[in-house]
């Protein structure tokens, strides 16, 4: 309302004296247009990633519809465990978890390549639109659907809203780092409360329409909090709405490097990107390929139980992790990088020996898995930013940024066939 207010003001000067500017609104309402607009980007990334994160968390039971029959409630919040492959010595499902994650990260991987390409010159306004239509449509899809296939559909447009709607503001990231823990956590608490995992979909329609609310109703623009001449205006709106170490760098200032220059900087980069890469590799691989492997039949619970609980403790690690920066840099991520290879080894060896002898020795080892890889995501960006130049800092960024997706593709390309051969072992 204070903005539609100021845009008034500002027109009805400019149709008066040009040499009387109108007066600067109180520092009181631009504290509070400032707080209005940090609250809606963290939103904003909260909503972004919320549906990514739920499919993932839901993937068991999305692939479990086929195996429940005429449960028009998708499946129960806690069957009883049907084999779907009874000379397993898995519970396994016709097809892997590693589905759902290709579905929910393939259209967005396709995204970032094509982003540089002009996604930057749509205007936020529908691109946010059509992120919150694509969130709200992958939920209803998935919850009524009746088929596989059908729900894999529903998860490409999670993917869709996900890619659409990623941006590297500050308090974007923030808001995003926390979809991860509220997604799996949500999932896994309304599940656990006896909701349906159909119910609990439906349940999460909110979170788009909170999107939308977001940026349309919250959001303030920076012309509307300076009511001053029109040149002011306009040179406010090209600015960042929270100040940075380099406020003179743009979207696209870094277009103008040369294929010589671009080459040089991502030659500099590999000892960052390829850590990384090998960071998401691993732990995608755990959790979308062995995740639903790693069922203790002594356990009274069903099948999906432990996958929802495994999703939620990986974010909980990522969460925890990703904030502890100030309290913990690392420059050497390759370490990480190792030490989430281990775990991928460990893990495997377990899923095909079944060694460990208690389900919460899991949960440990995937808390663990989690703290890795918040630290080295958290740490490559971080260090990149320090590491590089102005000029090429936007560039490091844009093409580091696809590093952890590309890892998380190509888990999804090996884990589908290791699936396949687990579940035929007899």
């Known amino acids: 309302m204070g903005g539609c207010a100021g845009s008034r003001q500002r027109l009805s000067d400019s149709e008066g004296e040009e040499t009387d500017p109108a007066p600067r609104p109180p520092l009181q309402d631009r504290q509070g247009a400032h707080w209005k607009n940090a609250v809606g980007f963290w939103l904003l990334g909260l909503c972004n990633n919320f549906s990514y994160v739920v499919m993932l968390s839901a993937a068991h039971d999305i692939l479990s519809h086929q195996r429940a029959p005429g449960n028009q409630s998708h499946v129960d919040p806690d069957p009883t465990p049907t084999p779907h492959n009874s000379t397993s010595r898995f519970d396994c499902n016709s097809v892997s978890t590693a589905a759902v994650l290709l579905a929910d990260i393939l259209p967005t991987l396709i995204i970032k390549l094509l982003a540089p390409l002009g996604l930057h010159l749509l205007p936020y306004s529908p691109r946010v639109l059509t992120s ?29 809203s996900s890619g659409l709607g990623e941006d590297r503001d500050l308090l974007v990231v923030l808001g995003y780092w926390g979809a ?18 159909q119910h609990t979909l439906l349940s999460m329609l909110g979170i788009p329409a909170l999107m939308l609310a977001s940026y349309f109703l919250l959001l303030t623009s920076p012309g509307s909090q300076d009511p001053g001449g029109e040149e002011e205006a306009e040179t406010a709106a090209r600015q960042p709405l929270i100040n940075s170490e380099a406020p003179e760098l743009k979207p696209g200032s870094g277009s103008h490097l040369s294929l010589q220059e671009r080459w040089t900087v991502f030659k500099g980069l590999l000892h960052y990107i390829v850590p990384l890469v090998l960071v998401y590799f691993a732990e995608y691989f755990i959790n979308q390929g062995l995740f639903e492997l790693l069922f203790f039949r002594n356990t009274t619970s069903s099948h999906s139980l432990p996958h929802r609980r495994y999703q939620m403790l990986y974010q909980a690690g990522v969460f925890a992790s990703r904030s502890s920066l100030r309290c913990c840099h690392i420059r050497h991520t390759w370490a990480l990088a190792l030490l989430q290879c281990l775990n991928l080894a460990f893990l495997l060896a377990d899923v095909w020996l079944s060694f460990l002898p208690s389900i919460y020795l899991v949960f440990l080892i995937i808390l663990y898995e989690g703290l890795l890889g918040g630290a080295a995501y958290v740490n490559t960006f971080h260090n990149i930013a320090l590491e590089t130049s102005d000029e090429h800092r936007e560039f490091a960024m844009a093409t580091a940024c696809i590093s952890d997706t590309l890892g998380i593709s190509l888990s999804g390309l090996l884990a589908l066939p290791l699936h396949d051969f687990l579940c035929r072992l007899s």
């Open 180 to 197: 991860g823990l509220l997604g799996a956590l949500s999932y896994l608490g309304l599940t656990q409360a006896g909701l349906s995992p």
């Open 132 to 160: 919150g239509i694509c969130a709200a449509g992958s939920f209803i899809l998935v919850a009524f659907s009746h088929s596989v296939a059908t729900s894999l559909c529903g998860v490409v447009l999670a993917s869709i």
